[in-house]
């Protein structure tokens, strides 16, 4: 193979890897079409990049690609599923929800409607007596059909579904106007990703459910703990915007302080992703933008608020200040006030900066930019770099004068940077 082959090769993988990180679960057909042809080319390969390093496992089908991922922590609820057209989190309810519908879709023919689907639900309801003392489903309340709903677009994205007539929106107004869907067997089957049948583990307490359900069973001997500590390390730097040090446990750290070049070029070369080292952790960055669910900086109102409070945090975070819920919403409501005139109509009605507040600490939260303690917000360190670095000369203001600049225009305090291994 000439050395241009090999290098179009090499970059043919990279995307495809990169397809399969951003959509799991990956269908043949439509936008992803280009991408999926890629997996299929270099199956093998991909294959055994995912089984060695994360140990993740790779299905390749006629129809669909499914990367079957487990989380590094499990108990990491900064990832929820989202209403793909109105970016709406999904509630306790609408999980519920979800796994009824799977369920129910599971013993459905080719087709089922958004009516016959309801139906279905609402007997698992008035069925169990577990989950009819948790509440109720009825299909005249037009908020349960509005969940419902949710978690159909939810199907439709994932085309686990494919709308053949009808509209959703309709039936949230009228249950009598009924949606027909073709179902997509083979991704059904895929949707779910564990290492066991969950009617197999008989505890009731979810960690523990959870844990038992992608248990791993790995050789007692030293190679083996290697593998599995190099395995937990792949999936947070494939999966999470930082690794921070102090978050791994001793044989994690020191594994990763020997092995960081190693670990590193094999992500590196594989995916395309950017390490970016510091004296507090390790971060594997996308040059393109592309394998992230949460950009920041984001345009819009909700980005801009984000990082307007990433700034003042920082700042605060400079002076050894630990700021509770409370000031933040009270500098939420400030801001409003000042960008009221370039932000969405709904952020300045009354009561607006308690949905925004929340919204913007769940960012920053999930960019491992910041976590909830006892005594407040505890800023995390790559948060430092959105702090506003004060103007040059005896004049130079603070951010209450710069919180309209742009954000390509500010000036941002880096992190300590390091290139060598953590102590």
């Keep these: 193979m000439t050395r241009a ?14 397809a399969l990180l951003k959509s799991p679960l990956l269908p043949a ?43 590094a922590d499990l108990a990491d609820g900064t990832r929820p599923a989202f209403d793909p057209i109105h970016g709406t989190p999904f509630t306790r309810r609408r999980y519920v929800l979800l796994c009824l519908a799977l369920l129910a879709l599971d013993g459905e023919d080719r087709q089922t409607t958004l009516g016959r689907l309801a139906g279905r ?7 169990d007596p577990a989950l009819a003392q948790a509440g109720t489903f009825a299909l005249d309340v037009q908020d349960q059909r509005r969940d419902l709903v949710h978690v159909v677009r939810l ?82 730097l494939l999966d999470d915007p930082v690794v921070y040090y102090d978050d791994l446990g001793p044989d994690e750290r020191a594994y990763l302080t020997s092995q960081r070049p190693f670990i590193v070029g094999e992500i590196e070369a594989a995916t395309g992703l950017v390490a970016e080292a510091r004296r507090e952790g390790l971060a594997m960055v996308d040059p393109h933008e592309e394998l992230t669910d949460l950009a920041m900086p984001e345009e819009g109102t909700e980005g801009h608020l984000t990082l307007l409070v990433a700034e003042w945090l920082a700042g605060r975070a400079r002076n050894d200040e630990r700021v509770g819920r409370a000031a933040v919403e009270q500098h939420v409501a400030s801001l409003i006030a000042v960008h009221r005139g370039r932000w969405k109509k709904a952020a300045t009605a009354p009561g607006a900066e308690i949905e925004l507040t929340d919204l913007a600490l ?28 004060a103007p040059a000369g005896p004049r130079a203001q603070t951010t209450s004068t710069r919180a309209a600049t742009p954000p390509a225009e500010r000036a941002r305090e880096p992190m300590p940077t390091t290139t060598e291994s953590a102590p």
């Design 155 to 236: 199907l439709l994205d994932l085309r686990v579904l494919a709308r053949v007539t009808g509209e959703e929106q309709g039936f949230i107004a009228d249950q009598r106007r009924d949606v027909l869907y073709n179902v997509n067997r083979p991704a059904l089957a895929a949707i779910l990703s564990v290492r066991r049948g969950p009617s197999t583990v008989e505890t009731d307490d979810l960690t523990a459910r959870l844990a038992c359900l992608v248990e791993e069973l790995a050789p007692e001997t030293e190679d083996g703990r290697n593998q599995a500590l190099r395995a937990r390390l792949f999936r947070r």
């Design 29 to 71: 057909a439509g936008a992803h079409a280009a991408s999926f042809l890629l997996v299929r080319r270099h199956a093998a390969a991909l294959r055994a990049w995912f089984a060695r390093f994360p140990r993740w496992s790779l299905h390749v089908e006629v129809e669909q690609a499914r990367l079957r991922k487990t989380p």
């Design 5 to 18: 082959l090999e290098a179009q090769a090499r970059h043919e993988q990279q995307q495809a890897m990169r």
């Design 121 to 127: 639900v609402m007997g698992y309801f008035a069925g």
């Design 362 to 389: 769940t960012r920053l939260t999930a960019l491992r930019l910041l976590r909830w303690t006892p005594a407040g917000i505890e800023p995390l360190p790559a948060l430092a770099r959105y702090a506003v670095a």
